[in-house]
Every structure is written in C-alpha cells, then in structure tokens.
C-alpha cells in the first residue's frame, strides 16, 4: 500500500490535480469560518454591484478629514464624469462641425476637453442634430464646466427636529480626504454581488462545496451500482448475464441526460434537494461503470486463485470481496473520479435548464449560472457574475480528470512514458 501510494505521488499530473482539488477545498471549508453567514442573504438593495471596498457615505461625512492637494485630482475627476458614450458624442459633435480629429486620442481626456472648449458653441446649429440632441450638449458642456473648477465645495445639511429648518452640519471641499480605516462601516466585496445584491464570494465558496458534495453522492452512488452489477454480470455469466446487461442496454439506449431532465422534472421544485438531485444522477449515469467493470471481470474469474477459491467452498460474497475485487480496485477509484466529475458537470446542466436544488436552500455552481443567464448578465457585462462560476466549474473538473489521469498512467504500465 506504501509503494502503491508512493507511486502515486510521484506523478506529476495527479499532484498537480490534488493540489488544485485541495485548493478548492480549503476554499470551500476556511472561507465560510472566516466570512460567516448565510451565502444567500441579502446585502445590496441593487444589483450587480461591481467587486470593491464600499464605504458608508453617511458616515464618511462626519469622520475627520485629511486635506491633500494632488496634481492629477481634478483630470480624474473628469474623466469619472466622461463616459465612453459622452466621449463618443463629442466626436460625433466636433465631426458634424467639420473640426479635424483625425489625430484626437478620445482617451485622453486633456486633449479631449481642451478640443472641445475651443470648438464647443452652445448656439450652433449642426446640420440634421434635433433640439433633444443640441439640448444633451448642452447639459453635458455644463457638466464639464461644473467639474472643472479649480475649486469646489458641497454643504451637508440635517433638518432640525424642532424647528423644521435645513441647517448646515459640515461643508466637504473636493481636496477632503478621508481614510478608509476610520469610517464606522465599510464592505469589501472581493467579487461583488449578483443580481440579488447578494455576496458572490461567500456564495461561490458555498456553492462549490453543495456542487461537490453533490458529485460525491451522485459518484458514489454510480460507482456502487455499476461495480455491483459489473461483479454479478461478468462473474456469474449465462442469464444473470443476460438480465443485466439488458437493463443496461436499456439505460444506455436513452440517452442519460434526457432521462436525467424527466426524472428532475417529475419530482416537482419543491422535493428538489441537493441530495435527491445527487441521486437522480447518481441512478442515470451508472451504466459505463458497469460495462467496464464486466470486461474487466470477465479477465479475472478463470483466474487460479479464483479457481482456488471456488474449489475450497467459498461464498459468491467472499469471493468477489476477496479475490476480484482488490485485482481492479484502481480501477474502481479511477471510474469514482470520472463519476463525482460528470456528477458535478451534470447537476450544473439541470440548474441551467431550472431543474436544479431549490433555489431557496442552497447555492450550487449551476444554479449560479442560472441566475446571472436569467437577469443577463452576460449582457450588460456583469462578467463577475458568472466568470468565476465557469472557472470554478472548469478547476474542479480539471483537477479531477487530471487525478484520474495520473492514476490511470500509474496502474497501466501501456501510458508510461
């Protein structure tokens, strides 16, 4: 067992899948101890809130403030201000105008603005530009020249309780600073939120851990029906042979994932939880493990210590434990991998088509990707929403289809290099 292991170790392919497995893992077991809560609790009023540290501005006003004078803190500031749409306005706004930009660098918004206020007339009349047009100009040239003050302050006013009036409690000029530590609350979403304002980090890290305990179930439950089946199939032969393969054939002629979506479906939302998802793919994707399992029986139960065994009056049970069943045990580890990988991808496809887990219990990575689809993320460029999911997904497969593969180059002394 210490030279088997050892042998193991010493390829490259499964050490590096462990290793990124394992680093899934402490994700997935440390980050909730160290974030508490519930992954699915709501923290944003909005949506799609962009990863970042956010602090409270209603506190950020009455903490003390530090005054720096930065060279480059009003270009930021209008930059900040110039979207790219606005950036592409005035292009269009100086081109109707036949001013020449052919050399403008529109990011640069120095030589932007510096262009434009030479050129900008409020009166013009650009030929084929409506009021509405003209009038967006306008606001947008004044919001330029509001921002571009060598100098600026806001007042913070409070009503007063007993008489009504607005009176000024603080004055924030635009070279106060205040710093990050010292504001009472302040919340930093490494990955933002998702479209329910809820913390996408804390809810990944759940995630990964119901989508793996979901591949676990689903591969174990596989794994033991295919090995069973496989044992009894290709040790007994004739008709016990003969049932089972037929009943594998008939899984195999349906297609798994088609009879996966009906069984979900039949089962109704509200019975949908993680383990019976886990187990409804576990039922539908045993079927290549029992094939391969017979084959590899099959090789082994005209063996002499099989023949040994049979002639001292063992028991079938004691038999197939004892004197088949270690002889393609590697194997068996190896189709546990495959099956928690495909159980994993498989549930990640049933929450992308609704018929996932409950969506109000727990997160899994498919359901993830089915909530950012829903209120399209994809689409208005929310990438945090779902490229994280994807990766997670793809590490976790990866990893484990690397692990088999490092076992498979192990115990099959043909893939050596």
Request: a neutral charge; charged letters at 20%; glycine letters at 8%.
């Amino acid at each position: 067992m210490k030279n088997t292991i050892r042998q193991v170790f010493h390829s490259a392919k499964f050490v590096w899948g462990f290793s990124i497995f394992v680093l899934v893992l402490l994700l997935v077991i440390f980050y909730p101890i160290i974030f508490p809560g519930n992954p699915l609790e709501r923290i944003g009023v909005g949506t799609f809130a962009k990863p970042g540290t956010y602090v409270s501005v209603y506190d950020s006003v009455t903490t003390d403030k530090d005054t720096f004078k930065l060279p480059d803190a009003a270009a930021k500031r209008l930059a900040q201000v110039l979207s790219d749409e606005d950036r592409t306005k005035m292009a269009e706004w100086l081109t109707a105008m036949e001013v020449d930009i052919s050399d403008l660098d529109l990011s640069d918004t120095e030589a932007l603005l510096k262009v434009w206020k030479e050129n900008y007339d409020p009166q013009a009349r650009p030929k084929g530009m409506t009021k509405a047009t003209r009038n967006y100009y306008k606001r947008l040239n004044e919001g330029l020249t509001g921002n571009a003050g060598k100098s600026s302050s806001m007042s913070v006013t409070q009503k007063d309780a007993s008489t009504g009036e607005e009176k000024e409690i603080a004055k924030i000029n635009d070279t106060d600073y205040v710093n990050v530590n010292s504001v009472a609350n302040t919340k930093t979403l490494i990955l933002g939120t998702d479209n329910f304002g809820r913390d996408m980090m804390k809810e990944l890290a759940s995630a990964a851990g119901v989508s793996i305990r979901i591949g676990l179930i689903a591969g174990a439950v596989a794994t033991f029906i295919g090995l069973m089946f496989g044992l009894l199939s290709g040790y007994l032969g004739g008709i016990a042979d003969d049932i089972i393969l037929f009943i594998t054939n008939l899984f195999t002629v349906i297609p798994s994932f088609v009879l996966l979506i009906l069984i979900s479906y039949s089962i109704g939302q509200d019975k949908r939880g993680a383990a019976i998802v886990a187990l409804v793919i576990g039922l539908t994707s045993w079927t290549w493990t029992c094939r391969s399992v017979r084959s590899q029986v099959i090789s082994l139960r005209n063996r002499d210590h099989v023949n040994l065994s049979k002639l001292s009056g063992h028991s079938l049970p004691r038999i197939l434990a004892t004197d088949i069943l270690p002889y393609i045990a590697s194997y068996v580890v190896m189709a546990f991998i495959l099956q928690v990988s495909s159980g994993i991808l498989a549930e990640a496809q049933l929450s992308l088509l609704g018929l996932g887990p409950k969506t109000t219990e727990v997160p899994t990575l498919g359901l993830m990707m089915n909530w950012s689809m829903l209120y399209s993320a994809h689409l208005n460029g929310s990438w945090w929403a779902y490229f994280p999911v994807i990766l997670m997904i793809t590490l976790i497969s990866f990893s484990l289809n690397l692990m088999n593969t490092g076992l498979d180059q192990v115990f099959n002394p043909t893939l050596r290099d």
